[in-house]
Nanobody, 117 residues
């Protein structure tokens, strides 16, 4: 089992920045691909970005150049730095951990990000 606890969401004006954090516990962090997804009401949950233990990253086209995903393996934590936010980024953001060993995916509780003036 993996437990994920997100923090850092909130309300920000267009053009502003936020950093989300996700602390993982319960399983060897090194075996996990960590990621961030987001979901708006009535739509599916979409990948924002993910990162392997070795630091290989993958981004949705809509956030390339504005968002950056990093991980601190010593702290079992993954971060999502979000810059130049726009109202279309408003969503509930979920931290995800995927185990390549067990093929299991785990989710955090979700955190609201609202971009509005």
């Amino acid at each position: 089992q993996v437990q994920l606890v997100e923090s850092g969401g909130g309300l920000v004006q267009p053009g502003g920045s936020l950093r989300l954090s996700c602390a993982a516990s319960g399983r060897i962090f090194s075996s996990l691909v960590m990621g961030w997804y987001r979901q708006v009401p009535g739509k599916q949950r979409d990948l924002v970005a993910d990162i392997t233990y070795g630091g290989r990253t993958n981004y949705a086209d809509s956030v390339k150049g504005r968002f950056s995903i990093t991980r601190d393996n010593a702290k079992n934590t993954v971060y999502l730095q979000m810059n130049n936010l726009n109202p279309e980024d408003t969503a509930v953001y979920y931290c995800s951990a995927y185990s390549a060993l067990t093929l299991a995916r785990y989710w955090g509780q979700g955190i609201q990000v609202t971009v509005s003036s």
